[in-house]
């Protein structure tokens, strides 16, 4: 199915079903707020993944990103998280493997482009080299490996560079890169941070905050 005709189905603000359905294109044009799902993927040493964002795509190009992150595409619930994990980086997930952490509601404006989506949160674990992901190219640029509380200091500002394990498109191996504010996504501080400590909770056995107030 190309992008064009992908079918999203609309939401008010508050998540209620508007029980319609537009397609994507008009959906972004229009701003109407649908359902999208982050995964952030965290090893055993406390790194998070992230993906760089291809650089066609149409909100945040080139800018590091959530491990996993999609649309549902109309009628659509949890598999289709499931769907995007191996679509994006080539990964079986079982569902019961996910770990909710709550919700986000998020505005991104770019030229052309209104989009509102209201976002549900997991985190997953894998312990994988960066050489055993399939990123799909037609959607991700490079995928890096950060310290959570490296990657929120940086989304912060408190800190100005970070170093990142980092695996470049069509790359047979991955090198070390200084990671700094001007490759990731704006805005994201509080929801790195929450991020961080929800993984600090994962590593030392304790069930995660969860995200109920991040923006």
Known sequence: MSEARELFDLYDAEGHALGRAKARDDVHRDGDWHRSAHIWIY???GRLLFQ???????????????SVGGHYRAGEGLPGVVREAHEELGVAVDP???????????????????????????????????????????????????????????HAGTIKQAAAEVLRRGATAPETRTITSADLIPGRGDYLAALARAVADMLA?????GLPSIP
Request: charged content about 35%.
């Open 52 to 66: 760089r964002r291809a650089p066609d795509k149409d909100t945040w190009p080139v800018r590091l990103d959530a």
């Open 43 to 45: 090893t055993s040493e």
């Open 96 to 154: 019961h493997e996910l770990v909710p952490l709550g919700v986000r509601r998020v505005v991104s404006l770019e030229p052309g482009v209104i989009d509102r989506e209201i976002q549900d949160i997991y985190l997953l674990r894998r312990d994988l080299p960066l050489t055993a992901y399939q990123p799909d190219p037609d959607e991700i640029d490079g995928l890096a490996l950060l310290d959570a509380e490296e990657a929120a200091r940086l």
């Open 205 to 209: 056995g304790r069930a995660p905050q």
